[in-house]
Each structure stands twice: as C-alpha cells, then as structure tokens.
C-alpha cells in the first residue's frame, strides 16, 4: 500500500517562503502524477500544484508565479516550494497520489486514491 507523510508545514508572516515535502513509501513517484492540494476551514479541497510522470505540471491561478511544484524520484520525494505567502494560502495542505496519467485533470482531488495526513500551514498578516 502506498504511505505518503507531509513535512515542513509552519507559521509565517506575510511574504515569507516554506517548502513542504511528501515521501512515499509502498510506491514509486516516478509512476505516480503527483499534487498537492489544500483545505481552509469552511471550504472545500483545492488542487495547488500537480505533477504527472512525464514532468507536466499544472498550479490553481492564485499560486501561479509563487510556488512550484518539483519531484525527487531518488528520494521518493515530492516538494511544495511556496513563496511570497499570503494569508489567503492559510490551509491545512495534503499530498495526493495516483497511478493514472493525468493531464488536465492534475487538480481534481477525486482523481486521486491515495492521500497523505495534511501539514499545517498559517500565514499571518
């Protein structure tokens, strides 16, 4: 079975950087698309950033030129580079694994079987 644990979820002040990690366990990343998605209280799962295993990547508009999505197949390991932090990024974020090719679909949190526990993530103002 696939295991996937989030790290490197903090508080921060407005404007600041963090990168988040997801490892694997029980899978490969190299034969997974790959997301990571958010939730805020009071509102629904959001696709963030996504990654499929031909290296395509997809961001939702509001992150688009602040985070990037990048893959460490050696490590098992997916990232979450965030930059330029908002308090509106203030969520609970989540990795999200699946064995399809996904394309267009990247963001669609029911694309995806397998889900990690969340790492916190609070900007304040």
């Known amino acids: 079975q696939v295991r996937l644990v989030e790290s490197g979820g903090d508080s921060v002040q407005s404007g600041g950087s963090l990168r988040l990690s997801c490892k694997m366990s029980g899978g490969s990343t190299s034969d997974y698309s790959m997301a990571w998605f958010r939730q805020a209280p009071g509102k629904g799962r959001e696709g963030v950033a996504g990654?499929?295993?031909?290296?395509?990547?997809m961001y939702t508009d509001s992150v688009k030129g602040r985070f990037a999505i990048s893959l460490d197949n050696a490590k098992n390991t997916v990232f979450l580079q965030m930059n330029s932090l908002k308090p509106e990024d203030t969520a609970m974020y989540y990795c999200a694994a699946d064995l399809r090719f996904l394309t267009s679909s990247l963001l669609h949190p029911d694309k995806y079987n397998d889900w990690g526990q969340g790492t916190q993530v609070t900007v304040s103002s």
């Open positions: 990654i499929n295993e031909n290296g395509i990547t």
